[in-house]
């Protein structure tokens, strides 16, 4: 069955023309062109990925995002945007998108985004995350069941700050640039770095007892950083 990716954007150049290169490439994709129906068809199709438009008619692409997270559910999302500041980014990478497109853009370099992120679920299965239940200092991971504990407490966590978590924990004490967690992580070989920054943000609020001062995400100067079992 070929990867189902949804399409939502008001502008039907831009989501004919998108949704042309996803079909050629073999995805099933689907288009819609506002908020409401984005949740409608997102709720019943459940896509994979997720390209969406930040500024839509009605709810707005990151009101979609925000039920989608809430909802925890794992797709993929890359939001498309005509404002390319990077509050505009952080924003959207905040509310817990994946990636970040700024138009215009290339189609065939969206269509290569999407691929990074279809391949990311197949990287992430080929890392060494054996045995399926891994734990490092306060932090328990069972990765067979997704799902992370802190103390004998479950974390909430997103699809993203799990695969990130359960990566630092398997591999507790080696230090990781941003661009090799994008590559290990996320599956991308190209990409904004800020995305590992902000989801290690994220992590850390839900992890450290002060997030100002993590003792179990570390940032390594000059490198990137590392899971501390701790004391």
């Known amino acids: 069955m070929a990867t189902r990716v949804l399409v939502v954007d008001d502008d039907p150049t831009v989501s004919n023309v998108v949704s042309a290169y996803l079909t050629k490439a073999g995805y099933d994709a689907r288009v819609v062109a506002d908020g409401a129906s984005a949740v409608e068809v997102w709720q019943q199709w459940k896509p994979s990925v997720v390209v969406l438009d930040v500024m839509l008619p009605g709810l707005s692409g990151l009101d979609v995002l925000r039920r989608m997270r809430a909802a925890d559910d794992g797709a993929a999302v890359i939001m498309l945007s005509a404002r390319g500041e990077e509050e505009d980014r952080l924003v959207g990478l905040e509310v817990g998108a994946d990636d970040y497109v700024v138009k215009p853009f290339s189609p065939r370099e ?28 306060p932090v328990l991971v069972d990765t067979a069941a997704r799902r992370a ?8 966590l997103t699809h993203r700050e799990f695969d990130l978590l359960a990566y630092l924990v398997a591999h507790a004490g080696k230090a990781y640039t941003k661009v090799e967690l994008l590559r290990r992580v996320w599956g991308w070989d190209f990409g904004d770095s800020s995305t590992v920054t902000v989801h290690v943000r994220r992590l850390r609020e839900k992890i450290e007892s002060d997030p100002s001062d993590p003792k179990l995400v570390l940032t390594v100067p000059r490198t990137g950083y590392l899971f501390s079992a701790g004391t």
């Not at 969206?110 to 995350?129: I, Y």
């Not at 504990?149 to 909430?156: G, K, P, Q, T, V």
């Open 110 to 137: 969206l269509t290569l985004r999407v691929q990074a992120m279809v391949r990311r679920e197949e990287r992430l299965a080929g890392l060494d995350l054996t045995p399926t239940k891994l734990s490092a200092g």
């Open 149 to 156: 504990y802190l103390n004998d407490a479950e974390l909430s």
